[in-house]
């Protein structure tokens, strides 16, 4: 399977997100902040690219970003248009006044360079750097572009796997060189800089190859969190569905969210009335098919999670000893399987029995607040 960094980071943010944009392919509008970046990205690709005889002008550089951002700026609120064009042409024109001198130390060597990094099983990851310069004493700079103002940690930066990708590109096309990763905050003039070890660079591409399996066996569960307030496919996650109530449902809705948040805010004694309007809860959103409601200025939210409990052993092996792989498992164990199972050479069929051959539990999470308030969600089991 070939993937890019941009599905693989969608999967690993949320797999339904990932369904609904690569497998169903539903269109979802880009955030503005996307599309400027974007047209930043476009024209400091005409300043830096290696291919020109010598730099392009400010006038240049700044055309570039024009001729992109009108391309752009129709898919951008109208209100805010003018915004982000003078905040572009600013922010160039400072980058270019402090950068436009080459530096004697370094030089470009590619810009939007695409790459495809082979993994185990006959996988790829597929990615573009913005930017790649050489230094002196055979070592290598990888330049991300970041148009944000909020800049991370450096230990987020010394854990991210966009860069390692990077790194893992890099040592293949340029082999030989001592190469470092590197985010460039433009709004900060910064950079961020990180020399990954090699046990991060191989967790990274397990953790491809585990997306990879996943999405091959089509697993495809939403993973809730904050960020689906500001989630662009929300009109098609299950997860939002509007309840649809059947006749003479008997349950009061509103009453149970209510008594669910009050009793929550009570002491132990409340637990068991807590409990009862839980059930409640559970029953009406059973009833109507849904997992999320808002009545009378209260929230829940329901998530279900799936694990596995135990394996069939001899299932297992009467499908794997024929393939002369029982001897790979030497310990029946959700991990071991999980390594079969990223062989490349197990057919899609056999990969979805051995899945069935496992046991599993679900859960119920339920998640209950006020819908007009501050307060965290309280989280609790079935």
Known sequence: MRISYTQYACYRHCPHQYKLQYVDRIAAPVPAEMH??????????????????????????????????RGREAQVAEERRQLYFEQGVELLRQHYEKHAKPEDSRRTAATELRFSLDLPGG????????????????KLE??????????????MVDKNDQLAVYRLAADKLYPGFEVTTTLFYLVHDHRMRTVQPPEFLE??????????????LEEFEPNPGGYCDWCAYQPQCFLFRTPVEP??????IGAALHECVEAGLAEKEAKDRKEAAQQLIHSYLDQCQAERVERGGYLAERR???????????????????????????????SAMRGLLRSRDLPGEMKRAIEAAAEYAETKMLRVKSSVGDEDLEETGE
Do not use: C
Request: charged share 30%.
């Open 36 to 69: 400027f970046g974007a047209a930043i990205h476009d024209a400091l690709n005409r300043m830096y690219d290696p291919r020109q005889w010598e730099m392009p002008s400010l006038e240049q550089v700044i055309e570039a970003f024009i001729r992109s951002w």
């Open 123 to 138: 996988h790829s990851v597929q990615g573009r750097m913005d930017r790649v310069d050489v230094l002196p004493d055979n």
């Open 142 to 155: 990888v330049v991300d572009y970041k148009t944000s103002r909020k800049m991370p940690s450096q230990d």
């Open 203 to 216: 967790q990274t591409k397990d953790d491809i190859l585990d997306a990879v399996t996943s999405i091959e």
């Open 247 to 252: 006749e003479h449902l008997d349950i009061d």
């Open 304 to 334: 279900r999670y799936k694990r596995v409990t135990s394996w069939d052993i001899a299932r297992l092996r009467e499908m794997l000893e024929p393939l002369g792989r029982w001897e790979e498992v030497t310990q029946v164990s959700s």
